[in-house]
């Protein structure tokens, strides 16, 4: 390697030639993401443009008619609509998810409550909250574990204004610890927050100009 170059880094998601269909109708066709440590990257697509699909199989919770996914490390998924039950505390839905993936302790998701400003609710059921703050059990959830690549769906659906900030806040600390971070949307805001902007159309990525590093990302 010449002295002053920068390393490549071995992505820890790939997607590549993936297709999907149901029935006749072809969702994906031939989709390819490459997304490598520290990275930031969001997946911009209209309504029924397959961005669930894509999120699904990248998730590994839905198979691929052809093409192949691989992930190198933990994965974190927060989908659109949180799955939480209506019944359970705040506090009870951090010890299952904990208890489930045999965490020694509560640590980080009290550290996460905290970041994200919700800590009164911690004795409410899950039934009672607001939208805006079971979208932050959601994403609390699925940063528990401390995942390497997180998947976010929609993530600031019914955030404030001082916890969009504080969501890009974590964003930001997840990146610098060499996390990469997935957001699956219908619009960008803030462009220059993201290493890759990928437009997802026709079943295929196509990427944007990115203010920042560029990565990968085939067609």
């Known amino acids: 390697m010449a002295r ?14 993936v297709h999907k269909s149901y029935g ?3 969702v994906l066709r031939g989709a390819d ?3 490598a440590p520290g990275r930031l990257v969001a ?6 443009a397959g961005k669930s699909t894509l ?3 990248l998730a590994g919770t839905l198979p691929v008619d052809s093409g192949e996914v691989t992930l190198s490390g ?6 659109q609509d949180p799955v939480l039950n209506a019944s359970l505390t705040v506090e009870q839905h951090l010890r299952y998810f904990a208890a489930a993936r045999r965490l020694p302790d509560l640590g980080r998701g009290r550290e996460l409550v905290e970041l994200l400003g919700y800590e009164r609710y911690l004795a409410s059921v899950a039934g009672e909250l607001s939208g805006g703050t079971r979208q932050k059990l959601n994403l609390t959830l699925a940063l528990l574990h401390d ?3 997180l998947l976010l769906d ?3 659906q019914g955030f404030d204004w001082e916890t969009y900030l504080r969501f890009w806040d974590l964003v930001d600390d997840l990146r610098a610890r060499g996390k990469a971070v997935v957001i699956i949307t219908h619009l960008v805001f803030e462009q220059n927050r993201f290493d890759l902007l990928a437009d997802l159309t026709d079943g295929r990525l196509t990427p944007r100009a990115a203010s920042r590093e560029e990565q990968h990302v085939g067609n």
């Open 33 to 35: 993401l490459t997304v």
């Open 147 to 149: 995942p390497d690549v």
């Open 74 to 79: 933990t994965l974190g998924h927060c989908p």
């Open 4 to 17: 002053g170059s920068t390393p490549v880094q071995e992505p820890v998601l790939q997607a590549l030639d």
């Open 24 to 26: 006749r109708h072809r």
């Open 154 to 156: 929609e993530p600031y």
């Open 55 to 57: 999120l699904k199989i």
């Open 43 to 48: 997946v911009v697509g209209e309504n029924g």
